[in-house]
């Protein structure tokens, strides 16, 4: 039975008393840090910029396209930014539209209606500087509402990546650090996948893995032989079941994960409200307060600490300050970066926690672009099959720059792809003919079709960048942030050899090659931006230490993505949340010994 457990009642924000902690942000990192400090018996404040949503009717997983009045296409008024425009365009992309509201590219997906209110109205959220695909979601639980669920580790070919070939730095952490934390993130939240033992991804604490289907078990037997692993798609996803969470159901392989953006309404896969911000409510240490942007770090003049956060009532306007003895940012990547530049003080006048100058560089991501489309001819015919019914297809890891070394490029990338039978049939727009002959082509062609795509790492560059560009403000008043980024030459090279190798892992396998793409997509269209306050040893060089703690204030935690001190090729949710959970213990342990 799937049964829907209602969110807990929230309290009323108190801004007279100082919390042990204000958390900024409730995505990934923000609830993983709710979690682990109330876990701890601290009292923690919440503050998230955006409203929160009813998400089961907001998704409505089951509704099929028929039920839908425009087959689950958003209104009219609304647009998706195009690729052309990415391109040709400099941002902010909604400038001088006629549109009534205007959204990142994923609106273009199928099923548009269902995030309309989960993805930012571009009109009320500019940006500047050089073209940037931005995708935000400013509501409870942040991105985490749609996001695609692959749940990879990161491994001492990551960590380590200087050691490893020279480039950049090695975090100041290795694998053995943050391997008890991954665990922990798998036992608490779920995820599903097949052992692989590879020294390069890791393998987590599986629950019951999702089932390849005949086209994905064929390109796997082949890999082999070309010492290439194909595994099932490693989905942040309850399969078996959570007994220690009220609020999530086990996965029913509904089929509804191929509507993109994702979402699922019974929070099988991991969603950050479920999966960690009511049952921190549950333990009466968390206040949640909605609708709270957050605009400064504010600063305790005598002695140059957080003192607390100083935030709009994104409905109201109004300003107000909470205070905390501990301040956790996890806005995401960007937006932290951006709240820590505009915390300027006289005690931190280049931004709160860039006495180095490094907020803001070091900004990084994965390249996308690459992809391949190819057809099983075997399969052609055959009896249609249940094969979305499940989170997700297939990941091929990195196989470059691991023994070998590519003479064109660094580092390294895996592939996102998945084939079978899906609910609106492969092809079936692009198949020609029309009538009986027509239907036939479609249905016999619909569990045939394979596809993948490459995600790549991107280089952490000092002048890869964002800054706070002063001319340019958002609905609140606040100025926004100005991009100095692009993709480099290894970036190039590296996409150019996953389009070589893409075709050649389908031709080896057998499968038709039908559409091959080798052009590389608009910066950020990964929507894994990293980077911008990275960790390291060295104040000089980087913003935080290794428990994601700022070298110069030593009550300011940040502990999102932002940390991260370059990006392997690994989507990097898991990584997040293994180490905000790392580090909010640290934070807790220290604030009991009266360290911060
Ligand atoms: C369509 C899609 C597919 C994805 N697929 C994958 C995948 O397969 N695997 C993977 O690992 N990752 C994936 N991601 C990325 C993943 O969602 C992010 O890595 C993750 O959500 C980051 O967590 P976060 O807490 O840093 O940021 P977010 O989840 O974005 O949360 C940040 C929160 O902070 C809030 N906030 C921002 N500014 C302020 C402010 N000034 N004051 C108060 N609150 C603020 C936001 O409203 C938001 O709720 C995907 C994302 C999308 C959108
Ligand atoms: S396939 Fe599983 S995780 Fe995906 S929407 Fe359905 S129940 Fe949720």
Request: charged share 25%; net charge neutral.
């Amino acid at each position: 039975m799937i049964f829907q457990m209602r969110p807990p009642a929230p309290k009323e924000a108190d801004l007279t008393i100082v919390y042990d902690a204000i958390v900024v942000g409730s995505g990934a990192a923000g609830g993983m840090a709710a979690h682990v400090l109330t876990s701890h018996g601290l009292n923690v404040l919440l503050l998230e910029a955006g409203r929160k949503l009813d998400m089961e009717s907001e998704l409505k997983s089951m509704e099929w396209p028929y039920d839908h009045p425009r087959r689950g296409e958003m209104p009219r008024d609304g647009h998706a930014i195009t690729l052309n425009e990415y391109t040709v365009r400099q941002p902010p992309y909604a400038k001088d539209t006629p549109y009534k509201h205007v959204y990142s590219y994923v609106q273009g997906w199928g099923g548009s209606d269902y995030s309309k209110n989960i993805v930012v109205d571009e009109k009320d959220h500019p940006y500047t500087g050089t073209k940037y695909a931005w995708v935000r979601a400013r509501l409870l639980g942040g991105k985490t509402a749609i996001w695609g669920r692959l749940a990879l580790r990161l491994s001492d070919y990551d960590f380590k990546g200087k050691t490893h070939d020279g480039y950049g730095e090695d975090w100041p952490i290795s694998y053995a650090d943050v391997q008890p934390y991954y665990d922990k993130v798998d036992l608490y939240l779920g995820i599903a996948g097949h052992k692989e033992n590879l020294p390069h991804l890791p393998d987590s604490l599986f629950q019951r893995t999702t089932r390849l289907n005949p086209s994905e078990v064929m390109l796997r037997q082949s890999l082999k032989k070309m010492n290439r692993v194909l595994t099932p798609y490693r989905a942040g996803v309850t399969t078996d079941g959570l007994k220690h969470n009220k609020y999530r159901s086990k996965c029913y392989g509904r089929g509804a994960c191929n509507r993109r953006a994702g979402g699922c309404d019974i929070h099988a896969a991991f969603d950050s409200p479920t999966g960690l911000i009511y049952p921190a409510m549950d333990t009466g240490h968390l206040t949640l307060r909605t609708n709270s942007t957050a605009y400064e770090v504010t600063v305790d003049p005598a002695t140059g600490k957080a003192r607390g956060v100083a935030f709009a009532d994104s409905q109201s306007g109004k300003h107000y300050e909470a205070r905390g003895k501990a301040v956790v940012v996890a806005a995401s990547t960007l937006e932290s970066a951006r709240l820590l530049l505009l915390s300027k003080s006289n005690a931190h006048p280049n931004g709160i926690g860039n006495s180095s100058g490094h907020v803001g560089h070091n900004f990084c991501e994965h390249v996308m672009g690459p992809s391949i489309l190819g057809r099983v001819k075997d399969l052609v015919g055959k009896p249609r099959t249940l094969d979305d019914g499940r989170p997700g297809g297939f990941y091929i890891p990195r196989y470059r720059n691991l023994e070998d070394r590519q003479p064109k490029f660094i580092r390294g990338y895996g592939f996102e792809g998945g084939g079978g039978t899906g609910m609106i049939p492969g092809r079936a727009f692009s198949t020609p003919g029309f009538g009986a002959d027509f239907k036939k082509t479609v249905r016999d062609e619909a569990g045939a079709f394979v596809h993948m795509g490459g995600f790549g790492e991107v280089l952490p560059r000092y002048e890869s960048s964002v800054s706070i560009d002063p001319a340019v403000k958002d609905r609140w008043g606040i100025p926004v942030l100005k991009f100095n980024y692009a993709f480099g030459d290894n970036e190039k090279q590296m996409a150019l050899d996953m389009a070589v190798t893409g075709k050649e892992m389908f031709e080896a396998a057998g499968i038709e090659v039908l559409h091959a793409d080798a052009d590389v997509l608009t910066e950020g269209w990964s929507i894994h931006e990293l980077g911008t306050a990275r960790m390291g040893s060295d104040p000089k060089t980087s913003v935080l230490n290794q428990f994601q703690q700022s070298h110069d204030v030593k009550n300011l935690f940040v502990v999102d993505g932002s940390s991260h001190v370059s990006a392997s090729c690994q989507n990097p949710t898991w990584t997040i949340m293994a180490l905000a959970w790392r580090s909010c213990d640290h934070l807790a342990d220290e604030l009991g010994k009266g360290n911060l």
